[in-house]
């Protein structure tokens, strides 16, 4: 095994070797196996936008097995999803890739308040389905995030014990903060150290803006000077902020639409120390070969193939 | 076998054989057996509008062997209704016909808010009486729509654990759409994508029609040009928004009283694909012979023996 | 055994040997033995009207004892009580006569909104109190009728598997009808199929009244023609209701105060079909002479040895 | 044993003999052991009203231990309080005087509105810590009884079956009743036969007024002449309410702080035919030594020592 | 083992060897170790207040390897932290030092009405990573109060089942009381108070002052005339609060800047009786060797080595 992949695999010593088996597979895959850095394929969408907002732009995607085969392709360290897209291809894929099953996950039909997400699926799904991780969202800064804090710290307790690696999604979102405040950067490092402090292995927040939220934290970072003027500097001190970088924290892809800016995002993580990336939209509603193209461009910055 | 069935099983390949063997006697009973096709009499009026509305004008109906004995008449696939009325002919029927046991219902005393059934049945209620699978409706929509969500996820679990096949009824209502959308063609293929994402192995939905209710949908339609002109073009895009068509999809008979409408919708259905009918008012408030001649028409129409 | 209970019995074919032997001893017992009718005494308004309302018109109901000797000497079917009662004479009246244990209750400290009673006992305080049957209150048409559903639906389940009958009080009442609505017989028939819908057993109503409290309901009634001129004709439409007889339907006394407008409604309940009586404050508030010999002439009614 | 526990053990027949055999403790206790006669000890206001206010008057209680001394030196027939009281002697003093520990607890420094304790403790605890039996405090007439209700059943079936005795404290209060409604006699009394029915065995209650405070009892005391003059017969008719004498009805010391009152009131509960007092603040604020004498002479009023 | 911490274990002589072998572990480890006197890190700020505020005025600590190695050098006795941060340095430092994994957090991205942290570990989760207590916060005067209650009560027995010992922070906070209140004198002795009966070995109250919130409590304590003028006497009396000093009582060290206040302030804690302190930000804040030299001097104020 490739040195990084034992560092990393270092800092979760308090897990079994059950979870740090899949920690590594993880790692371990794709054309960034071994790097200690990751892509990973998500598709949500169906269930959080509908079927035709995600899948007609690529009428390809409508098909489950669609993304399994996009995620091999393309080299991605794995592919995360619902339950039913998982389920879909998971008997067909068995063991070509690692897979994370996303245990809850929210629709548009019904506008609403304060984020909370449906429970939609649960840990023995993701061992009955070969799954090497549970993925779950949480919105820090909603009135119902004790509600998510307490179903994540069940089903962490419970994954850790059965094996399996822990992915949190963590997006400040409610009315505790501004529709701004979601990127800014005291609030995306305060969310990645929330995940930390709730036991996730691996960590994915939105890549953070120079805004500062919190008018607490507003007086900290300038009496303290942390330097958050660009993207891998900001990046850097989420990374920090995730137990001084002891733990895997990835970044989403978001709404960006001009490739050339996401590559300029993604060397920005890359240079600011971030472990990796999670980009769905921006992969899977272009054509196949595109998409391959698309993502390799991104490994290969990773990589360090490419500037 | 026959080679359809065979295809479609190989569509829920994460299932276990319990649960696949439960699937294919749903496919391969009745009349349109072996043909991939379903038609399914369920009958759950009695605790959602009260008996006398439900089987005064075929008094009959009262009787709930009766409609054991209409559906193997007709030659469906399959019968679904709470569990009073399927335990009242489950001993004597036993082993007749797949059964469907509905585990949650709503009555209409109460008039109230936003839709959130009752359960009223569980998994092991169905195996002790003998079904084939569980059925359970969720109302997308809703805002108690994450209560159900999660107990469709706790149900489908079981269900899958223990054997039994999954048929989720996912009929969008609630404040967060208006009555026309109820039915409109990107809320209708949503709302097939949901139940398809929570692990539903068959999904029933109403014809929708060409209103498109949400606004970031409606973009995405005119942009990619997806076909909704007719019944069949729509019923062919909820079919695809089902997995690529890899899921059951079938369709409610609704509140048409034409029977000359019911069989024009049921031709739009087989010509887009949908792999059938679930009709409980215009089957069961019929004389029995009507009924069955009514059901024999339907059948015919997807058996392709007629236009 | 009688044939009458033979054929009863084979309308809960569905249930154990246990659940069966348990119908069958509540059908054997007292002077209505045999006959397929049943008088049952329910004594549960110490906790729902307080002691002094209950008991101060007979003193000797103040004792839990005087109601089982009641009941025993009476020729009752059985005897109905919460908790607490039936546990202060089931060891020195084991096996005497068959016990139904009342597992809700309200009390009328509180006046509230729309009801929904405590759970104030178990299918297992039943099994070792020797009971043969649990009861449990429904309120269709309250706010908080899913509770209740889900409630019995748990209990119901767990009954079945123990060996124990169930006893629905289907009782209407909330804010989803009229004060007039809780008798009427589209409500009354309604929330008689709730129960039958829910896996009761035995279902207790209100005696109906002729009228009609639902729009939808009443165009049914009317275009239909369903005769509700008496009392027979409205009993015989709630045990239609009742999946075609086939389900016992026993009646409440009300509040009816006049003994002999009493007299004319079991004449009433038993010309329409109805398969008996449940009368508490009528009987236990006498002295025990009177109340023997007035149950003692509701079951010559009913076993047909008086008009 | 005495012929007097003997009978009292008789009532409660459908107990097993663990929960018997700690009845049979709590009687034949201290200095009125076997006279079916009660004086217990509680202390839970260290947690209902603070520190200062229960133990800054008589600074000894600070200390747990000492109530321990003081039931045994006053010769009381059991010592309650909430787990981290028992707790801190329940190993010193294992074995030397039943306890009985309370399992729902308010604290006063949440003003709120209708009461609703805090469940504090469990049947496990009270076995782990060698108890007798369990307390539990319901308050009849709150908004949030049936909370209470369910929870008291919940325990009650808990500790039948594991042997222990169940005492419940019906205080009525909430937004159901007047102030002077708690005390009055028609409330009092309907408390007591609730907690009769949810299966208490030993029940304390406030000592009545004369006050009545429901219409509808009001009705009933007026026409059936309920004679509640004084308190021995508001206590009579208390214990009538209490299954006809058939449970253990004991009175709490109130607030009454005259000495001589608190005799006159216990000679009233006694001639009245009432089984006990519960005396806290009145027995541990003050000095032991006249604490003892204190509890000493409400002991001889029970005994028939005094007047 | 040293006489003092055999007297203090025989304090809980109600508890199993686990239990009481971990309180002897908490109280023999450090330079306080043997003493009875205790000295607890905890770090809890990032969850609470965000990563920057609280470690990038020394950024040593964002990395959770570095409390553990300032709570050894100091010579602490323990160190309490959540779930993530004990996670990511138990298996290194294993058998090191005593750990508390506190169990509830609060965030400070949404502020809210009155406090109820969320549960983020467990006793199971507690006994996997090797830790010797688990912590819990209560906020009695909060609304949510019970909700806490409940969790601890729960928490609580299952500690004591399996050995562990349970350290409870009790700060009032919440509508109950003023923000002055929630350290006023008699509000402080009455949250050790509640935390000392809901079973807690351990309880964390932070230094009261001399106000005096409710005026009931107001009357007893000028009627008693208990003295709370000076910091020692305070302590004293919340010493006494606390089953008369036969409970682990122990103090933060709050939001005092001035490090010489800081050590009055201890010295005032040492004199009123109080076992120790429990000091966050004021220690890890600083640069490691002046965090040490800090701890080192509160310690030997403890240790009587200074004034």
Redesign the interface.
Known sequence: MQDRVREILS?Y??DNPGTRSNIARLLNTGRLGGTGRLVILPVDQ??E?????S???N?AG???RYHFDLALAAGCNAYAA????I??G???FAGEIPLILKLN?S??????GDP???????V??AL??GCSAVGFTIY????A??VM??EI?EIT?EA?RKGLAVVVWSY?R????SKEGETAI??V??????A?????HIIKVKPPTAHIE?A??KK??EK?R?PVGTLAERVR?VV??S??G??IVIFSGGEAKETSAIFDEVRGIRDGGGFGSIIGRNSFQRPKREAVEFLGQVIDIYAGKTK
Do not use: M
């Open positions: 800092w010593a308090s169906g269930f936008h509908g079927p035709a907002r899948f007609a732009p009428p409508y098909d489950p619902p339950l039913g897209f389920e879909a998971a008997a067909e996950n629709d548009s039909l019904t506008p609403g909370c997400p449906a429970i939609t699926g649960s023995d799904e009955r389905l820090p800064a909603s009135t995030r004790n804090f307490q710290k307790e850790k400040p409610g009315s505790g903060i005291d609030v490092a305060y969310a990645a150290q929330i930390c402090q709730l036991g996730a919190q607490a934290a900290v970072y303290e942390i001190h920090q902020s137990f001084a002891r733990r």
